[in-house]
Each structure stands twice: as C-alpha cells, then as structure tokens.
C-alpha cells in the first residue's frame, strides 16, 4: 500500500475515535516527516513510497537524525509513539505483517517537573487588569479561569455563555478527546465574569471576545499572558498551562486528595496527577534542607 494511502485510511481511522483536529494534525506532519526520511533512504519519491518497504534500520536511522539534530528526548519519543501506533494500526488491519518499530527502543526520559508560580508571583498575576476597561476585564477571566479551575487553554477560549451557571459556581468544559466535566469557578472567577459580561453590549454566545468581536484564539491567550508577565517584570515565562500547573500544585499544597485533583484536571490516567505529588515533595525537601539546621551540610561553612 502507498504512504499517502495509508495516511488517509490511518486519518479516518484517528477521526472516528473522536481525536481532536490538533491531534490528528500533529499525528500527520510527524508522519509525513518520517515518510519524507525513508523515501531519501529508500532512493525513491515519497509518492512512490510504500509502507512494505519500512524496516526497523529506517526507524532508527531516522532517529539518530532527530538526534543529530539536537531535538529532545521527549519530542524523540513522542514521534516514535506516533509510528509505534501508525504501524500498530497497519498490522491490526493484516496491511503489515511485521511491525517495523515493534524492536525500537523508546529514549529514555528523565523526569521533569513542571514549572509553576508561587502564590505571592500568581496573586501578582491576579491583581495586574485593569478590571474598569473591556479588554482588562477580560483578561481578568482569563487568569481567573486558568488558575481558578485549572482549565487547559482550549478548554478556556471554547467556552460559551451557556456553559457556565454561575448561581451553582459551575461550568462544564469540553476537555481532551471531546470528553465533557463539569468543574467549580471561584467567586473571584464569578465577579470577573460578572463584571466583564456587564460591560459587554453584545448577544453572542462567545464567552471571551477579541477586539473584533469573534472567539479569542488560544495564541492571543498567550500574547495576552506574555504582556503582564512583561509589565509585572517577572524573570521567567508563563504560559496558560503554567497556571493549570500552578492550580494543581497548590490544590495539594492545600491538602486536596491525588483523586479529586484528577478528575478537576481531567486527566485519563492518575499517573498524570502524580507529577504534582513530586513537585510538591521536592518544594518540601527543599524548604527542609534550607529550614532545618541539622539538615545543613556540617562541611559546609556557614554564612552568617
């Protein structure tokens, strides 16, 4: 079978299981990148390419590539999930008979924390709209949400007026995989929501409006984010998922089981939630060894 044909069968294949457009898209450009590789090792147009023709030597030449190029580990092996699960399918479907990445060997991850705010950093983030103006108001919901109910930005810009019930301190969102929770808004989050539809004077369903009057994009969230991370000078970038990071480690920070905080997120797996767990436990090391006097390393001189 062509390449381009088993993309478009293997497509259909990731719509029908209610893969969201951006997975389906990211699946296809690392799938097309890999292909592009093979037909250059194979000799041949990638239009000609076929998938018989992938051999276990392909995947890892094109690997080292990704290596050689100084791409991460992470991303390495995102792109080699996505082929692990491409030929998968093709077996499943008696299109191969011999998985070619089935002896390939995922990089090995070292474990990184994700990166969140303070409370002193996130409660700066908090107070820097201008909540008398259209566009601060606005914004004000969107730190609020973020942070507030931990949201994904896609979760944020896809929000309409009648998701939320702001007398029961709700609102349903529509998360990874088309899949529909329902989670709490803070009174903080309901005042700002208050005060910014007040200010409106439009009928659109649209929660969050840009300047022309149509749905804000999750790139103008960030745009948003970067210019008062820029006026409150803060040293390092925050970015919307920074704030979902943040949302979830204070919730344990303030003694919310590992269960509750999962399902608030929306994640499949408990294993997702667990990140928080380390983070939280390497911020109380760290509190422990500056803090304590005998956990100070006695080799050390002490500055006093």
Do not use: W
């Not at 062509?2 to 993309?7: F, G, H, Q, R, Y």
């Not at 969140?116 to 908090?126: I, K, W």
Request: proline fraction near 3%.
């Amino acid at each position: 079978m062509l390449v381009d044909e088993a993309l478009s069968l293997f497509s259909g294949h990731q719509q029908a299981q209610n893969r969201s457009e951006l997975t389906v898209g990211a699946y296809q450009t690392d799938l097309v990148q890999f292909f592009r590789f093979a037909a250059h090792e194979q000799g041949v147009d990638v239009e000609t390419l076929t998938v018989d023709l992938i051999d276990v030597y392909i995947v890892r030449g094109f690997l080292g590539v990704l290596a050689d190029h100084g791409l991460m580990r992470k991303s390495m092996a995102r792109k080699l999930a996505v082929l692990r699960t491409f030929f998968k399918f093709l077996c499943r479907k008696e299109i191969l008979q011999i998985n070619p990445v089935q002896r390939v060997a995922s990089p090995k991850l070292g474990r990184r924390l994700p990166d969140f705010l303070y409370l002193e950093q996130m409660e700066a983030l908090l107070k820097a709209s201008d909540c008398t103006t259209l566009l601060g108001s606005r914004d004000q919901v969107i730190i609020e949400l973020l942070y507030g109910s931990g949201l994904r930005v896609s979760e944020l810009v896809g929000l309409d007026v009648e998701n939320l019930d702001l007398e029961s301190g709700l609102t349903r969102v529509l998360g990874k995989g088309s899949k529909e929770r329902v989670v709490p808004i803070t009174n903080h989050a309901i005042q700002a929501i208050k005060g910014y539809l007040g200010i409106r004077k439009d009928n659109t369903k649209i929660l969050l409006l840009n300047y022309q009057g149509t749905r804000l994009s999750a790139r103008s969230v960030r745009r948003i984010l970067d210019k008062m991370v820029a006026k409150l000078s803060l040293v390092q970038h925050v970015s919307p998922h920074m704030l979902r990071h943040s949302f979830a480690t204070h919730m344990l920070d303030g003694g919310a089981d590992l269960r509750s905080v999962q399902e608030l997120l929306g994640h499949q797996k408990l294993s997702s939630t667990q990140i928080y767990t380390h983070l939280t436990r390497e911020r109380l090391k760290t509190v422990y060894d500056q803090a304590h006097p005998r956990a100070k390393d006695p080799q050390k001189p002490q500055i006093k």
